[in-house]
């Protein structure tokens, strides 16, 4: 059972400078956009950090940078079935750190809906 809430969360995990693709990963964008693997490499991949494929970004006003894939005005994701593998997966077997941050935040703040973000520039 999850121990986060997605819901309200303005897509921290979304702004990790390194979210790793696997060439599935690029297939299923490929598919999801009608296009050739080659094309989707080219327009969503780059390659660094000692990995084949990394998702590009794009500029975000609370985190700096962030998925190209994410609506920076909704908060959320726009491929959302097409999500890669480490987006399915996330977190994986441990929590959330920015989920138990906020919910502490919003004890403390007695703010149901208080948002903690950054505005660094990058």
Avoid: W
């Avoid at 660094?48 to 909704?74: E, S």
Wanted: glycine share 6%; proline share 6%.
């Amino acid at each position: 059972m999850p121990q986060y809430n997605c819901l309200k969360c303005p897509g921290y995990c979304c702004s990790y400078p390194v979210i790793a693709l696997t060439k599935r990963d690029v297939e299923r964008l490929a598919r999801h956009f009608g296009i050739s693997f080659e094309d989707a490499r080219a327009l969503y991949t780059r390659e660094d950090h000692g990995h084949k494929f990394i998702m590009r970004r794009k500029p975000d006003p609370h985190f700096g940078r962030i998925c190209q894939f994410f609506d920076t005005t909704l908060r959320r994701c726009t491929i959302y079935d097409a999500r890669p593998y480490a987006c399915r997966d996330y977190p994986g077997e441990g929590r959330c750190g920015y989920y138990d941050f906020l919910m502490h935040e919003r004890r403390c703040q007695k703010d149901e809906d208080f948002v903690a973000v950054t505005n660094h520039k990058d």
